[in-house]
């Protein structure tokens, strides 16, 4: 008799040993009655102080009852969540991103599987999908909590600056659960990491998100942080790379060059030369585009004399403008220069520009004043124009 107690008690032992988190069989692990128990066994991890430990005692819970409600339920999830989230950002105050991404991941890695859900025979499968003891609704649970870990793995990444794994993980994030702050983030990321054409297509994005937003908002204000940190290098880089990108001939690509180029304005009015460590190809265009604003200006207020000579430089620095070659040519026949005007209205008409046609009436209508009402001739001025535009 002695003995079969003592072999019974063994027994109890052998099972509350192993089965420390166990379930009781039959009981769906969703059910009310062991989100109570899984609840009494988080109250006793909850009394270790030490953050770190605490984390490692709920991530060996979960190990053991990866199916539990505690990081879903309404009324527990905040509390478990957040003392776990407490873990990671002590490894953010000493600055130890690695830790701190390998605890969010040992929690993600830890979280069950739809597969592993849909195949528990416990679970009831008839609950609505709004009870909280149901598949459904544990699993929309469990995706809401990956995205709240996969935002604090992002959050890692960033603070640390780790710009190509927080793009990783915004990408993560955004597929799962479209938001405007993600994509904005995203678009800020692409920048940083150099990728243009995804930048792009995340402004692509917001402005349709956000109608009259301007082309390339975030682009033009990193360019403007490169120029207040005088590197003029990145800016005028980063500039290229974007108008390269964009559709030409556009109004709003127009809108987003003038805006750029205006933040290198000033360099360009200080000095002749190209700045220190900038593409002389890429500043070279920037000047153009720099001069052919002023000229615009200049042109607007009906101040020939002075868009004439700003039209001059762009030419000089792109010979391909044939706007700016029109331009020349109007500002001198307005400035009774009609002879001057032949040339320039010559080069914008074979160039094939915007402005073309236009500049083919124009020519046409002075070239005929000065030789008795014909056209005898034109075509040796047309094949004069192309030859010294290397056409």
């Keep these: 008799m002695t003995r079969r107690i003592v072999s019974l008690t063994m027994g109890v032992l052998l099972v509350c040993a192993v089965g420390g988190f166990a379930l009781q069989s039959g009981v769906s692990p969703l059910s009310n009655f062991q989100l109570r128990n899984d609840y009494k066994k988080y109250e006793e991890i ?10 490692e005692l709920l991530l060996a819970f979960l190990k ?21 989230q407490g873990a990671i950002q002590a490894h953010w105050q000493t600055k130890d991103w690695d830790k701190a991404v390998a605890l969010a991941e040992s929690l993600l890695a830890a979280l069950p599987t ?16 709004e009870d909280p003891a149901s598949a459904p609704f544990y699993k929309k649970g469990l995706a809401e909590l990956r995205q ?25 994030l955004y597929a799962a659960a479209p938001s405007a702050p993600v994509l904005n983030a995203l678009a800020d990321l692409y920048l940083k990491v150099g990728d243009v054409e ?17 082309v390339g908002v975030l682009a033009l204000q990193t360019m403007n942080a490169y120029v207040q940190k005088q590197d003029l290098p990145a800016a005028v880089g980063l500039y290229a790379k974007v108008v390269d990108k964009l559709d030409k001939d556009t109004q709003e690509t127009k809108v987003f060059q003038a805006t750029a180029v205006s933040l290198f304005t000033p360099t360009v009015t200080a000095s002749e030369g190209t700045p220190a460590g900038v593409d002389e190809a890429q500043w070279k265009h920037v000047r153009a585009l720099s001069y052919e604003l002023t000229a615009q200006g200049a042109y607007a207020q009906k101040d020939y004399p002075n868009a004439l000579a700003a039209f001059d430089k762009v030419v000089a620095l792109d010979p391909s403008n044939g ?14 220069d009609p002879d001057g005007a032949i040339e320039p209205f010559a080069k914008s008409t074979v160039l094939g520009k915007a402005t073309a046609e236009r500049a083919k009436g124009y020519l046409e209508q002075i070239y005929k004043t000065r030789h008795n009402d014909t056209l005898d001739g034109l075509d040796e001025v047309l094949a004069k124009a192309k030859a010294d535009l290397g056409l």
Aim: charged fraction near 35%; aromatic fraction near 14%; include cysteine.
């Design 323 to 336: 706007d700016a070659w029109y331009y020349i040519g109007f500002c001198k026949w307005q400035m009774k």
């Design 46 to 55: 909850r009394k270790e102080a030490d953050v770190q430990k605490q984390a």
């Design 198 to 214: 995804k930048y792009l297509d995340a402004d692509k994005k917001i402005r349709a998100e956000n109608a009259g937003t301007p």
């Design 148 to 172: 709240k870990v996969n935002s604090l793995v992002f959050t890692t990444y960033y603070t640390a600056e780790n710009w190509p794994k927080a793009t990783e993980v915004a990408e993560k």
């Design 64 to 84: 053991e009852r990866p199916i539990n409600r505690l990081l879903t339920d309404a009324d527990y999830k905040d509390y478990v969540f957040g003392g776990y």
């Design 114 to 129: 739809d597969d592993a859900i849909d195949n528990d025979n416990d679970i009831p499968p008839d609950l609505p999908a």
